[in-house]
């Protein structure tokens, strides 16, 4: 299915000269974080956001408060993970969506883009879940694929899900093997393992010989 197929148009942009009071209601009876809005000629110029809105004085028009117009948007030909990331880069609910000329086309929801996310093979399809670590300057994805693929492991989904003081955290969903066979090279590799949805049989071996080595010493 195309995602062109899930753009709603039911919302059409406010008018910049309508009343505060007017979009205030308006927010009050939905449950999206912006509003679009065009000018007297039609044209898209961006957003107000709820919160600001009901900051406003509501006896004014909407056109005193342009300053505060957020301007993100889509274009109907957008991949759906570029369309996700201009939702959580703008902590919206609701997404513009427009046309190579700029036309207002309708919009996206945040929940029916989520719904294709989570019927992605990353989601849905067997496997385990694999978080590793590395230097930002010395992970790539075409190692990490070649370790995964070496063990017989099929990668179905990667991404950078966390990069904090020059470290890259990197999320994988790997099938077909267990990731036993997998985690002892990723570590070979200088990878950290921030945390694996399976047994590791290394640190439980790494645990009985370390216990064991305690009752040889206290015998």
Same mark, same amino acid.
């Not at 919009?107 to 989601?123: G, H, T």
């Not at 090279?185 to 790494?206: K, M, P, V």
């Given at each position: 299915?195309?995602?062109?197929?899930f753009?709603? !148009?039911?919302?059409?942009?406010?008018?910049?000269?309508?009343?505060?009071?007017? =979009?205030?209601?308006?927010? !009050?009876?939905? $449950?999206?974080?912006?509003?679009?809005v065009?000018?007297?000629?039609?044209?898209?110029?961006? *957003?107000?956001?709820?919160? /600001?809105?009901h900051? &406003?004085?509501s006896?004014?028009?909407?056109?005193?408060y342009?300053?505060?117009?957020?301007?993100?948007y889509?274009?109907?030909? $957008?991949l759906?993970?570029? *369309?996700?990331?201009? &939702?959580?880069?703008?902590?919206?609910?609701?997404?513009?969506?427009?046309?190579?000329?700029?036309?207002? =086309?309708?919009?996206?929801?945040?929940? /029916?883009?989520?719904?294709?996310?989570?019927?992605?093979?990353?989601? +849905?399809?067997?496997?385990? *879940?694999?978080?590793?670590?590395?230097?930002?300057?010395?992970?790539?994805?075409?190692?990490?694929s070649?370790?995964?693929?070496? %063990?017989? #492991?099929?990668?179905?989904?990667?991404?950078?899900?966390?990069?904090?003081n020059? *470290?890259?955290?990197?999320?994988?969903?790997? #099938? !077909? $093997?267990?990731? %036993?066979?997998?985690?002892? $090279?990723?570590?070979?590799?200088?990878?950290?393992?921030?945390?694996? +949805?399976?047994?590791?049989?290394?640190?439980?071996? =790494?645990?009985?010989?370390? /216990?064991?080595?305690?009752?040889?010493? !206290?015998?």
């Amino acid at each position: 299915m195309k995602l062109s197929e899930f753009i709603i !148009n039911d919302i059409k942009p406010v008018e910049s000269t309508s009343k505060v009071s007017d =979009l205030q209601s308006l927010f !009050n009876q939905l $449950t999206y974080s912006h509003i679009p809005v065009k000018d007297a000629n039609g044209v898209f110029m961006g *957003v107000f956001f709820e919160t /600001d809105v009901h900051c &406003f004085d509501s006896d004014k028009p909407a056109s005193e408060y342009l300053y505060a117009i957020e301007d993100f948007y889509v274009r109907k030909d $957008t991949l759906w993970l570029d *369309v996700l990331e201009a &939702f959580a880069q703008n902590s919206a609910n609701i997404m513009p969506v427009l046309d190579e000329k700029n036309n207002y =086309l309708g919009y996206y929801e945040l929940k /029916d883009i989520i719904s294709l996310f989570n019927e992605s093979p990353f989601f +849905h399809s067997a496997g385990a *879940v694999l978080v590793i670590e590395k230097g930002i300057n010395d992970y790539s994805f075409s190692e990490i694929s070649q370790i995964v693929e070496s %063990n017989n #492991g099929k990668l179905l989904g990667a991404f950078v899900s966390k990069i904090k003081n020059d *470290v890259v955290q990197v999320t994988l969903k790997i #099938g !077909n $093997t267990s990731l %036993n066979d997998i985690i002892p $090279t990723f570590r070979r590799y200088s990878y950290n393992i921030a945390s694996g +949805h399976e047994e590791d049989s290394y640190i439980e071996s =790494l645990k009985e010989r370390s /216990d064991y080595l305690n009752k040889y010493l !206290n015998m």
